[in-house]
């Protein structure tokens, strides 16, 4: 393609348009640039009513963040559409997308916020309460249950973390410790020092009335609680990437492998860059929010050198 050549018909196309999409977009758009966001509309705190630890935003619903989001972004001339994206491709100066629709759209940049997936511990009676009374993350949730009866469902050596820190919003607090094997004695009189409780046989069943809960089963027998945290594992969606064969690195704590990225979010492609939980999986709103802004300002700063390029080009021309 030289200078006279047609662009791509946007000049940043973002996948995903949640907290961390939005807010590239928000600043890409403001940036005077042809946005499009593409989404298929489940962000991962969706099973939740509301949001908390989200400055300007305390006990706004996950779904009205996303609706103001988008107002805020088309004041801008950003468009969404509906969708999920299936592959990319590269393209002379661009990026090709295609939908499962099996419509494509050229960019000269991609964004990449999709998110994950929490892939839970395969417990009855726990998906159907995820993001009500089977909870991620205390800083999230914790508030709203503190001093209640507490359990953490370990199933990863993170979860030690995790019983202690939940013991900061309650003093009633149980780790069901079967996902960690047995404890040492030292870890073990660590837990016990501030009065957690240890079950170490495996959890059966959760159970209560609707979308409450109020206890688990386990071969030791029931423990009543009002809450209890559990960590899934967190799954990148990414895999529409694979043409592009972007390198990844492995996050600590087992979390897995994820796209590699630099802090402005750039990837191994100088034209893609990805933000948010897909590849930061422990980042809430308000990290992902900040991370879109400064990879909307990143992105737009490559168009603009790129701008300058084609116009030094086609001066030569
Ligand atoms: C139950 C629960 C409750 C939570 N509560 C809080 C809270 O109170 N406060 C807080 O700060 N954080 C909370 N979080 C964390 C919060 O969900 C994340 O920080 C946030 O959603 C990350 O935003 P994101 O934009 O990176 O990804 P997401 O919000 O997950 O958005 C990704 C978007 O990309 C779309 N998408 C995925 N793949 C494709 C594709 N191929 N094509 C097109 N679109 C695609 C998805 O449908 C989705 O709309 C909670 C998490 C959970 C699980």
Redesign the pocket.
């Known amino acids: 393609m030289n200078s006279q050549e047609a662009q791509p018909e946007w000049d940043a196309i973002v996948?995903?348009?949640?907290?961390?999409?939005l807010s590239a977009a928000l600043m890409l758009g403001r940036a005077r640039r042809r946005v499009l966001v593409?989404?298929?509309?489940?962000?991962?705190?969706r099973?939740?009513e509301?949001?908390?630890?989200?400055l300007g935003n305390e006990g706004t619903s996950p779904a009205e963040l996303v609706q103001r989001g988008r107002a805020e972004a088309a004041e801008y001339g950003v468009e969404v559409a509906s969708?999920?994206?299936l592959e990319v491709a590269e393209r002379p100066r661009g990026i090709r997308v295609k939908l499962e629709d099996g419509s494509t759209y050229e960019a000269r940049s991609l964004i990449v916020?999709?998110?994950?997936t929490?892939v839970l511990p395969e417990i009855p009676g726990l998906a159907e309460r995820?993001?009500v009374s089977v909870l991620?993350?205390p800083y999230?949730?914790g508030w709203e249950v503190a001093d209640r009866r507490l359990g953490v469902l370990a199933t990863a050596p993170a979860s030690l973390h995790q019983a202690q820190m939940v013991r900061q919003w309650s003093e009633n607090v149980t780790l069901f410790s079967a996902g960690l094997g047995t404890l040492d004695p030292e870890t073990t009189a660590r837990l016990r020092s501030r009065g957690i409780e240890i079950v170490g046989s495996e959890v059966t069943e959760i159970f209560g009335e609707g979308t409450d809960i109020s206890g688990v089963r386990t071969a030791e027998g029931d423990v009543e609680l009002d809450a209890i945290f559990t960590a899934g594992t967190p799954r990148p969606?990414d895999g529409?990437l694979a043409g592009l064969d972007l390198e990844r690195d492995e996050l600590p704590f087992g979390m897995g492998s994820f796209l590699k990225v630099d802090p402005t979010g750039k990837t191994s492609h100088p034209r893609v860059w990805a933000?948010?939980?897909?590849v930061n999986p422990m980042?809430?709103?308000?990290m992902?929010i900040g991370a879109g802004a400064f990879t909307g300002g990143a992105a737009n700063g490559f168009l603009v050198e790129e701008d300058f390029d084609l116009a030094v080009e086609a001066d030569r021309d």
Request: charged share 5%; aromatic share 6%; net charge negative.
């Open positions: 996948v995903g348009g949640s907290a961390a999409g593409i989404d298929a509309g489940s962000p991962r705190n099973f939740a509301h949001m908390h630890g989200a969708g999920t994206v916020a999709t998110g994950i929490d995820w993001g991620h993350c999230c949730h969606h529409f933000i948010g939980n897909v980042a809430n709103v308000p992902v």
